[in-house]
């Protein structure tokens, strides 16, 4: 075959290596674009994965349909599907494919994500519960689908994926239990102890049986088979929603600084290694938030934002594209958990103190507005309501903390 362009390799199908090739080509049309991923699927909506709830695969709809992102059916690339890299020689610019193939490339970008971390590696079920983690796709289906029956979940972890999962079994009929032992309510690391506190009563007022401390404790499971007793067909469902863990390991022996997935410069460049980029959940980047820092988001827009900035960065190395520019963002996001919506923007976890400044965390549904500050000076905003009436006092407060920062 020849080959006109440069050859760039992205590893990993998501949303971050999609970004990653669609910027490239938009610069550089000849390149030759090969996407390498794990999964059978082209990039879709991850957020979507809990975020709905999703009709029966006999009604002609699949999630799968659903959570198409547009330009993932583009064959302007080439895709390899099903096809893990095992390992990278990035001196040599040369990929190990686990099919025994190899793979020259000229530039690479590593969009590899992250995979949820789990508290037993060979324990993934036991008597009484069925183990389960959601991250992609294929866990969406199972997940879903066991939810459809109305079987009981016990979910461990009170992060984003647990609370979206929690409201979503509830929608479709399940009891539901969740299990957080180190903290006292969701998102407590982002937000603190009070606004986690008060969540953990907005999921018990929904329905959920929200246990903490030593009472969530002496409910963890540990997959250990030997400790129960229960018969195999009475098992429920059990999500592990604990955190989760950077894919890194194909990476190692190219004296990378991996320490919290692959350390990148404010262009995306992976410094070690020319013509190499990385991107999405995996990037640890200088923040541009907080200085002398680095930092790894694992939300869809840092995904789509640095996917981009990282094909902009390789066509320049190029000689194509506009002057190179480096990451940029105001931190911002939000969710909703059982009509809750629940937006965050700044930095709340750098504040020494917080304020609430508008309604009361023993009534979330009618509005409250919180700041968080460290040394008097504005760092994040909170807001919390099933409405919007109180959205123009948050909007003039984001606006405070923009200016802030400039």
């Known amino acids: 075959m020849t080959v006109d362009g440069p050859v760039v390799g992205v590893v990993g199908t998501g949303i971050a290596g999609l ?22 699927h082209r990039t879709y909506n991850r957020p979507g994965l809990t975020k709905k709830r999703y ?5 002609g709809t699949t999630i799968t349909d659903e959570l198409k992102v547009d330009g993932a059916a583009s ?41 949820p971390r789990i508290s037993a590696e060979d324990a993934r079920e036991c008597a009484i519960h069925m183990h389960k983690t959601l991250r992609d796709l294929d866990d969406a289906h199972h997940i879903h689908r066991d939810l459809r029956t109305g079987t009981e979940l016990t979910i461990v972890g009170s992060g984003f994926v647990a609370c979206e999962l929690a409201s979503l079994a509830t929608e ?11 903290r006292r309510g969701p998102f407590e690391r982002v937000l603190g102890e009070r606004i986690a506190t008060a969540l953990g009563r907005w999921m018990t007022r929904n329905g959920v049986t929200f246990l903490t401390g030593d009472s969530a404790r002496d409910r963890l499971c540990n997959g250990d088979s030997s400790a129960h007793s229960e018969p195999s067909s009475d098992r429920s469902l059990l999500v592990e929603a604990i955190g989760s863990v950077p894919n890194v390991e194909w990476l190692h022996g190219n004296g990378l600084d991996l320490s919290d997935g692959v350390r990148v410069d404010e262009h995306m ?22 200085a002398e820092s680095l ?23 190029l000689g194509c594209g506009s002057k190179i520019s480096h990451i940029r963002y105001f931190p911002l996001m939000s969710t909703e958990v059982f009509g809750l919506r629940i937006q965050i923007a700044g930095n709340p976890k750098a504040a020494t103190s917080m304020e609430v400044v508008r309604g009361d965390l023993d009534r979330l549904d009618h509005g409250v507005v919180v700041t968080f500050s460290k040394e008097d000076l504005l760092v994040g905003v909170a807001y919390l309501d099933k409405g919007a009436r109180l959205n123009s006092i948050y909007i003039d407060l984001v606006k405070t903390l923009k200016a802030h920062r400039r």
């Open 55 to 59: 009709q029966l695969l006999t009604s």
């Open 269 to 290: 460049r992976v410094p070690e290694c020319a013509d190499v980029y990385a991107a999405g959940d995996v990037a640890r980047y200088p923040d541009p938030w907080t």
């Open 172 to 182: 479709y009929g399940c009891a539901v239990a969740m299990l957080e032992a180190r």
């Open 295 to 317: 930092t790894r988001r694992e939300f869809w827009k840092n995904a789509i934002d640095t996917g981009d900035l990282a094909g902009r960065s390789l066509a320049s190395s």
């Open 19 to 40: 970004q990653s090739a669609n910027a490239v080509l938009e610069r550089n049309p000849d390149a030759r674009i090969v996407i390498f991923g794990d999964e059978t």
């Open 75 to 115: 064959d302007s690339a080439t895709w390899r599907l099903g096809t893990r890299v095992e390992s990278a020689d990035l001196y040599n610019k040369v990929l190990q494919l686990r099919t025994g193939e190899t793979f020259d490339y000229d530039s690479l970008v590593i969009a590899t994500g992250v995979r």
